[in-house]
Nanobody
Framework: QEHLVESGGGSVQAGGSLSLSCAAS????????MAWFRQAPGKEREGVAR???????DYAESVVGRFTISTDNAKNTLSLQMNSLKPEDTAMYYC??????????????????????WGQGTQVTVSS
């Protein structure tokens, strides 16, 4: 059974850093497209960053230059390094996967509906 478990969330002051991890199981990790999404209270879930199974990455404009997505195929792990955090980054962060992923455009790859495996989320809170 396909399964994702996030970890690494927490509270930090503005300007600080956090690193999120997502442990994957139940599918061939190297064949999947992976992404991070976030959802703030009262807002829709939005794509933050994605990494294709061939290594291409894309980011939401709001996090370019601050966040870095990466994978470790040997450990079946997805990561998100978040630097220069801002209060507006406060949200629940979700890991998502599309196993046996076909080529996706950047626009497709940050859409919620593309992914069919989701983690339970990890909270990130940034105080000013």
């Amino acid at each position: 059974q396909e399964h994702l478990v996030e970890s690494g969330g927490g509270s930090v002051q503005a300007g600080g850093s956090l690193s999120l991890s997502c442990a994957a199981s139940g599918y061939t990790f190297s064949d999947a497209c992976m992404a991070w999404f976030r959802q703030a209270p009262g807002k829709e879930r939005e794509g933050v960053a994605r990494i294709a199974n061939y290594g291409a990455t894309d980011y939401a404009e709001s996090v370019v230059g601050r966040f870095t997505i990466s994978t470790d195929n040997a450990k079946n792990t997805l990561s998100l390094q978040m630097n220069s955090l801002k209060p507006e980054d406060t949200a629940m962060y979700y890991c998502a996967a599309l196993p046996r992923c076909p080529p996706l455009t950047a626009g497709q790859a940050l859409r919620v509906g593309v992914y069919n495996v989701w983690g339970q989320g990890t909270q990130v809170t940034v105080s000013s």
